[in-house]
């Protein structure tokens, strides 16, 4: 890890004026250190040499002043490190939020997302400990070291040369420090990345895994991975310590150079004990920053050791050509314009439509085709050729100007009126009328759901979803209703309910893109697109198990960014 990271304060940028702070504070303290250092030796001197305790009074007073403004500064100085950290953290994950949004689904869906999880939580929250001590010791240490060794050169040279020729030993010590703990630091956080996936991935599929009776052998992975994570971090324990131990003991040994060094000199006669004591005070206090540098070090290395996922997406943001900021806020049409969709090695047939107000299109066709894929490249979440187009405007994707309800329904642990008014004011019979209109009137709003909608059937879960991107379409006034088989996992009654409601948003002059491989939805479509399969049964399997891990990646914090857009 380099001392600083020119990464970290570039993209946290309030890190900068506490650092300011933090210098002008560390400024006042070197002062203050060598007014008290002086002041009190004078006190002492003068007191062994005999003289009258009136005329120690004022060295007295001053250091005792000095002491409590020291005190002073040093609490002024863990307020400013404390709010500026706090500060500089909470850029940094506005920073990575706003860079995630901005890179999109589809860079997402190349990422374990429980390890990116971890890394904004808890990584960026470590990091607090990198801006609130380690870069104000930093800063403390380029002040003050030079300034009180100053002082101890001026007072005796010779012991401002031994401060001079002992203190790089300590530097070196910490580089070989910090290669090793950087090693172990980055292994243990690469584990706990590790541990969370696999927690999450265990917790998503226990349903399959306990009717299949695997659910122990998960639970012993997820325990082995436990163990890997205690093992590491018992190691980096042993590292810092041990360290911190090297770093005490070196400081202990230069300390003790020097004041050996005064003491034969006193008993020479070649030091006033006036200069002797007055560098003795010094010396520790030359030594102390550099020692605690090493400590926050090791305290602010985990935090560290969690960005580079950080960074690697913020880069990823700042060289992109930024598609959103090319993308109208609203349109009433849409389309889709020769586009073909590439889904890892395959390329799936060339597509043309388009979905005007007032409009149902239906897309259908055989299963692995490459409906959902289209509307995975519509709405952002897929690589494509050919142009998307709102109004006539060739845009990156139509999110802005779309409700849309996929396969997975991805809800959140909460109300399911928490659920159908996700990122919009709550609005309770706006909210009953969508689960009136999706099928749902049987499902009371204040029905409260586990993670993952836990507490409700897949149809049930389904017409949620549904009845979620009517009320954002009502709501926030979305043009166009994209549905993705919407009616895969309800009755044939509940169907029909469902394609009535879509009859009735169209005829009230919303486009409908309809994506079902129902024969009953042609009843209800002013147009129908039937794709046709142009490869082979096995290439179409492959691409149906990457639309599917693609969509595993269009989860709840991509629908919650999409219902605040």
């Not at 999109?104 to 904004?120: F, H, K, Q, Y």
């Not at 006193?266 to 010094?282: E, N, P, R, T, Y």
């Not at 399911?416 to 969508?434: K, P, Q, R, Y």
Request: aromatic share 6%; proline share 4%; net charge neutral.
């Amino acid at each position: 890890m380099k001392p600083v990271d020119p990464r970290l304060l570039r993209y946290a940028t309030a890190s900068r004026g506490f650092l300011a702070v933090t210098a002008a504070i560390v400024l006042a303290q070197a002062g203050v250190i060598t007014g008290f250092a002086w002041t009190l030796t004078s006190a002492l001197v003068g007191a062994i040499q005999g003289q009258p305790l009136g005329e120690l009074w004022g060295y007295v007073g001053a250091a005792a002043s000095f002491a409590l403004l020291r005190g002073l500064l040093i609490a002024a100085s863990e307020r400013t490190s404390a709010r500026g950290a706090a500060a500089a953290s909470a850029q940094l994950r506005e920073a990575l939020v706003a860079a995630v949004a901005r890179l999109g689904p589809n860079w997402l869906g190349g990422r374990n997302a429980a390890a990116l999880a971890v890394t904004a939580g808890h990584g960026l929250e470590a990091l607090d400990a990198y801006f609130g001590r380690y870069l104000p010791q930093l800063v403390a240490t380029a002040i003050t070291m030079p300034i009180l060794i100053g002082a101890m050169t001026l007072a005796d040279p010779l012991s401002g040369l031994t401060v001079v020729l002992t203190i790089p030993l300590i530097p070196l010590f910490m580089v070989l420090i910090g290669l090793a703990t950087r090693g172990v630091q980055q292994k243990q956080y690469g584990t706990l990345g590790r541990l969370a996936a696999r927690f999450a991935d265990t917790v998503d599929g226990l349903g399959t895994l306990k009717a299949f009776g695997r659910q122990h052998r998960a639970a012993d992975s997820i325990e082995a991975v436990t163990r890997d994570y205690k093992r590491e971090t018992m190691t980096v324990l042993r590292v810092s310590f041990l360290s911190g131990f090297a770093l005490e003991f070196l400081a202990s040994i230069s300390v003790a150079i020097v004041a050996v060094t005064i003491g034969f000199r006193l008993l020479a006669g070649d030091l006033s004990l006036l200069v002797g004591l007055f560098v003795l005070l010094l010396a520790p206090e030359a030594y102390l920053p550099l020692r605690q540098v090493g400590v926050q070090f090791h305290a602010a290395s985990e935090g560290v050791a969690a960005t580079e996922e950080i960074f690697d997406a913020l880069d990823a943001a700042r060289t992109s050509q930024g598609p959103d900021a090319a993308t109208p806020a609203r349109g009433s049409t849409i389309a889709l314009e020769r586009v073909r969709v590439q889904r890892a090695e395959h390329v799936l047939p060339e597509v043309s439509l388009s979905v005007g107000p007032g409009q149902i299109v239906l897309v259908t066709g055989p299963s692995g085709v490459g409906k959902s894929s289209l509307v995975a490249a519509l709405l952002g979440f897929a690589s494509y050729d050919g142009a998307v187009r709102i109004d006539g405007a060739v845009v990156a994707h139509a999110r802005a100007s779309t409700a849309w309800a996929g396969q997975r329904p991805g809800l959140l642990a909460g109300t399911v009126a928490d659920n159908v008014a996700l990122g919009s004011v709550v609005d309770a019979a706006a909210i009953g009328a969508a689960l009136c209109d999706a099928g749902a009137a049987d499902i009371d709003p204040a029905t409260t759901l586990g993670a993952g909608g836990v507490g409700l059937s897949g149809g049930e879960a389904q017409r949620v979803a549904v009845a979620r991107a009517l009320y954002r379409a009502r709501v926030a006034g979305s043009p166009v209703l994209v549905l993705d088989e919407p009616s895969s996992a309800l009755d044939a009654t509940t169907e029909a309910h469902l394609w009535a409601t879509l009859r009735r948003e169209a005829d009230a002059g919303r486009g409908v893109l309809l994506v079902s491989h129902r024969r009953s939805a042609r009843a209800i479509a002013d147009r129908v697109v039937a794709l046709s399969p142009l490869f082979s049964r096995e290439v179409a399997k492959s691409v149906a198990s990457e639309v599917a891990r693609a969509t595993i990646s269009v989860d709840s914090r991509i629908v919650g960014a999409e219902v605040r857009s």
